[in-house]
């Protein structure tokens, strides 16, 4: 969803696209995924979810993410994110992951990760080490 702003992604499936589930590029404020209408994203080429380009104020909350052919959720230099939450079944859940369950690069400025369960993932389930501004509670 290049440049868009306000959009809601609620209850569906989506599977098996050959590159990501979903893309965000300079996009803002948009949901993707609430308590109770959480998405199921599976088995998609690429990442599962990927949020990049200076996208902004956008919640990803309460989705399953898995099987992705690369991370399942790619955060690149976007901002101001809420990724979980502390509500109860705010988390998303991000498993079995070719690379990453996790991976964020460049400035993630007021970006949080909060309460998300993420695991069985190839290369590890959560990389930030190229990343910076990102808050993350497991």
């Known amino acids: 969803i290049s440049g868009s702003r306000g959009n809601l992604g609620l209850g569906n499936e989506i599977r ?4 990501a589930g979903i893309t965000l590029a300079g996009a803002t404020s948009n949901t993707i995924g609430a308590e109770g209408t959480g ?15 200076n996208s902004q104020g956008t919640v990803i909350t309460a989705n399953s993410i898995m099987d992705s052919g690369a991370n399942g959720l790619l955060i690149n230099a976007a901002t101001d994110l809420l990724v979980g939450g ?7 859940t991000i498993v079995t992951s070719a690379d990453y369950g996790l991976l964020a690069v460049g400035a993630c400025s007021r970006t949080r990760v909060i309460r998300n369960r993420i695991a069985q993932n190839m290369l590890g389930n959560v990389d930030l080490a190229s990343s910076t501004g990102i808050t993350y509670v497991p």
């Open 86 to 92: 502390t509500a109860d079944g705010a988390g998303n």
């Open 16 to 19: 098996g696209n050959l590159l």
């Open 39 to 53: 998405n199921a994203i599976v088995a998609n080429g690429l990442n599962g979810i990927a949020v990049a380009g």
